[in-house]
């Protein structure tokens, strides 16, 4: 027989929700902490150049399932930028009117949830971390944050004074945003903990080639359109490597964020064209035009 009384068993709610709330620490985040590599989908959503059709493709087949006409303020312009959150929803920024700040959430039933407008800029690459959208950098040299939770816009640490940021590409590597651009020959980094910027003297870059990373397997790939594909070492942006030659134009921008699927990371390039690299033989190839 066991050795406790039945009627004795009882509880204090707020006791036991206190107790739990000290033993987990841990606050509530529906997306998880950090995109550390890709997001992986079978699937991939772009809008097709001046238009609001949000188009998705299947990654086995490479062919469009869908094609939607969605209800967005504005025509969707290559200066929009985006980015895959881990509910596989996706956040937008920007638009062809650097003065615009349109902001918005397409969910997985592509229903569109209009945001707060951050300030005017395009060309930035929005970086998630703890429930927050990052973006620093773009036209207008803008640095803040978006909590997701609050809709609302936060100010962050400006970016360095004497540096030109147009069309920035950013990565992000354990709490540090990693920052350079088409008119930059270095890299800089931004700490999220420490709120400051420092700069990346291991990597050195070329001036007038457009830029964007990739992360994959703790490592971030930086590419130099028409040039060259770049590797950190593994969880380190101090120490890099090229691992190859690029063959995609030298033009400005992606129309799709990035996601991994089989081992491979797959976005659309300027004029619809799906493009893939191998994160093994780390060769990137395009793979057809959608």
């Not at 005017?120 to 803008?142: E, R, T």
């Not at 944050?145 to 990565?171: D, K, L, M």
């Not at 999220?192 to 703790?218: A, C, E, T």
Request: glycine fraction near 6%; hydrophobic fraction near 35%.
């Amino acid at each position: 027989m066991l050795g406790w009384d039945v009627k004795k068993c009882y509880f204090n709610a707020q006791e036991l929700s206190t107790s739990i709330s000290k033993i987990c620490e841990i606050p509530f985040n529906p997306f998880g902490k950090a995109i550390e590599d890709m997001i992986e989908s079978n699937e991939l959503s772009f809008f097709r150049h001046s238009s609001q059709n949000f188009t998705t493709i299947n990654l086995d087949s490479f062919e469009v399932t869908s094609t939607i006409a969605l209800q967005t303020q504005e025509p969707i312009h290559g200066y929009t930028s985006s980015c895959m959150l881990p509910d596989k929803s996706y956040f937008y920024f920007g638009n062809v009117n650097y003065n615009s700040g349109l902001t918005f959430i397409i969910d997985r039933n592509k229903n569109v949830r209009q945001l707060q407008k951050s300030k005017p800029s395009g060309y930035i690459d929005p970086i998630f971390y703890n429930n927050f959208m990052y973006l620093i950098g773009g036209q207008n040299n803008i640095a803040e944050r978006y909590n997701i939770a609050q809709n609302s816009w936060e100010s962050i640490a400006p970016v360095p004074q004497g540096f030109n940021y147009t069309y920035s590409c950013n990565a992000l590597l354990k709490d540090s945003i990693l920052i350079t651009g088409y008119h930059f020959n270095k890299t800089m980094c931004y700490s999220i903990s420490q709120n400051n910027y420092k700069d990346v003297p291991s990597l050195v870059l070329n001036v007038n080639y457009y830029k964007f990373m990739m992360r994959g397997n703790n490592r971030i790939y930086l590419v130099e359109k028409g040039l060259r594909i770049i590797e950190s070492a593994e969880n380190d942006y101090s120490s890099w490597t090229q691992v190859g030659g690029c063959s995609i134009s030298n033009s400005p921008w992606l129309q799709s964020s990035i996601v991994r699927y089989k081992g491979s990371l797959y976005f659309i390039h300027y004029n619809n064209q799906l493009w893939k690299f191998d994160l093994a033989s780390k060769q990137i190839s395009q793979v057809k035009s959608v």
